[in-house]
T-cell receptor, first 111, second 113 residues
Framework: GEDVEQSLFLSVREGDSSVINCTYTDSSSTYLYWYKQEPGAGLQLLTYIFSNMDMKQDQRLTVLLNKKDKHLSLRIADTQTGDSAIYFCAEKAGGYNKLIFGAGTRLAVHP | GAGVSQTPSNKVTEKGKYVELRCDPISGHTALYWYRQSLGQGPEFLIYFQGTGAADDSGLPNDRFFAVRPEGSVSTLKIQRTERGDSAVYLC???????????FGPGTRLTVL
């Protein structure tokens, strides 16, 4: 079945880079996504990558996809306190429109 | 432009009562999705509409849950005979027909006492 796993917590110092990792099981995934959720708020789409790509960069965000290992990562350069939130990895399996989410990684940025 | 909106933002009800949660998608988005997020978890898919019809309702947990989208725009998620285990944040998302990206609303926090 489909499953998405993430580490639960990451703590970084302000100004450093953050790397959040995710593994998924469905090899037919067409798109993979990163969403950000701040306390009491809905999900904000940060970025996404098509499964035939290896990397995507968008300002401070870099997404790396290793399709062979079914591993996705999100790198945030120059992490700021405003980046503190829960980050969800999600996949869209081939033939379906629903998203399968991981449990989320809580990113804490400290001075 | 306006994003996905959901009402109410909070709903407190008693066990056994009926509730309706409303979602207003982004204008022009033909696809609409409902997810449920329990505390400390990621969202879990409930149902997906393409236009007026439910294209995939495989995530509805049981027959107490039902959703409609009669005119292909606003959708209502209906929960009968609520149970304490139904307490969660109910999220709605919408997308264009190609469904590459889903945009989420702020959610409705349902608390069943």
């Amino acid at each position: 079945g489909e499953d998405v796993e993430q580490s639960l917590f990451l703590s970084v110092r302000e100004g450093d880079s953050s790397v959040i990792n995710c593994t998924y099981t469905d090899s037919s995934s067409t798109y993979l996504y990163w969403y950000k959720q701040e306390p009491g708020a809905g999900l904000q789409l940060l970025t996404y990558i098509f499964s035939n790509m290896d990397m995507k960069q968008d300002q401070r965000l870099t997404v790396l996809l290793n399709k062979k290992d079914k591993h996705l990562s999100l790198r945030i350069a120059d992490t700021q306190t405003g980046d503190s939130a829960i980050y969800f990895c999600a996949e869209k399996a081939g033939g379906y429109n629903k998203l399968i989410f991981g449990a989320g990684t809580r990113l804490a940025v400290h001075p | 432009g306006a994003g996905v909106s959901q009402t109410p933002s909070n709903k407190v009800t008693e066990k056994g009562k009926y509730v309706e949660l409303r979602c207003d998608p982004i204008s022009g988005h033909t696809a609409l999705y409902w997810y449920r997020q329990s505390l400390g978890q990621g969202p879990e898919f409930l149902i997906y509409f393409q236009g007026t019809g439910a294209a995939d309702d495989s995530g509805l947990p049981n027959d107490r849950f039902f959703a409609v989208r009669p005119e292909g725009s606003v959708s209502t998620l209906k929960i009968q005979r609520t149970e304490r285990g139904d307490s969660a944040v109910y999220l709605c998302a919408s997308s264009t027909a190609s469904a590459d990206t889903q945009y989420f609303g702020p959610g409705t926090r349902l608390t069943v006492l």
